[in-house]
């Protein structure tokens, strides 16, 4: 449908809620808490000329907003859901921040990713001994920076094959031909494989730990324990 001059005119009074956001220093809560209140009225959606499936835009007077700016500003900030979201997020980054470590070979501190099944399970106290969540990640830094595990695992469809040789004989000659292996089989193998090469890669880079000083051997109640020696691996202070 066509847009008239009037309608082009009509649209210049207003400004996206982001832009209102960056220019007013105020947030979506209390924008929203001052449509609800009554605070500010002049404002509409509209649909998202690009992707159709989106959320509508809201789009504000500027005007309006100036005018009440003093007002919006007393409004909260964020409600409660926002409250809560942030401060679980600032309980998971305290609890992720625990597991920072200073790699030498790096010369940097490393932060366990987020998707790391052991940061996931250190902040939800699935695992709760800090020594086994550090030693853990050490050995998988190591593993995936400073050797060619990653190039290893990436290559093993070249390893494991996904096709076998069938040969049948009959009374003249010897037929052999080339079948699909079973998807599961496959599968299963390729796992075994990628397993077994995780476990020797494992032992490469504990050897590269302990001569690194990351990891110490300790005994403890008569048992030789693998540590972080955290008189190197402390993170150091950010320059």
Not at 158 to 168: F, N
Not at 172 to 184: Q, R
Request: include cysteine; glycine fraction near 2%.
């Amino acid at each position: 449908m066509m847009t008239t001059k009037l309608e082009e005119k009509e649209e210049k009074k207003y400004i996206y809620k982001s832009t209102a956001k960056k220019t007013y220093k105020i947030t979506d809560n209390q924008i929203y808490e001052a449509i609800k209140r009554g605070i500010l009225t002049d404002y509409k959606h509209r649909k998202n000329p690009h992707y159709s499936s989106a959320p509508e835009s809201l789009l504000l007077n500027p005007n309006e907003i100036e005018e009440q700016l003093e007002l919006i500003k007393q409004l909260p900030k964020y409600s409660e859901e926002e409250k809560q979201r942030k401060a679980e997020y600032q309980k998971n980054w305290r609890k992720a921040n625990e597991l920072v470590f200073y790699c030498p070979l790096c010369n940097k501190n490393i932060r366990p990713l987020k998707n790391s099944d052991m940061r996931r399970s250190y902040i939800q106290n699935l695992v709760t001994d800090k020594d086994e969540a550090i030693r853990t990640l050490i050995i998988a830094h190591l593993r995936h920076e400073h050797t060619d595990y990653d190039q290893k695992r990436l290559n093993a469809s070249k390893v494991v094959p996904d096709t076998e040789t069938i040969c049948e004989d009959d009374d003249n000659d010897e037929e052999c031909y080339e079948v699909p292996v079973d998807p599961l089989e496959y599968q299963f193998e390729k796992s075994w494989y990628i397993g077994s090469l995780k476990k020797a890669y494992n032992r490469k880079v504990i050897d590269i730990a302990i001569e690194n000083k990351m990891l110490i051997i300790v005994d403890e109640n008569g048992k030789k324990v693998l540590k972080p020696n955290y008189d190197v691996i402390s993170p150091k202070p950010v320059q």
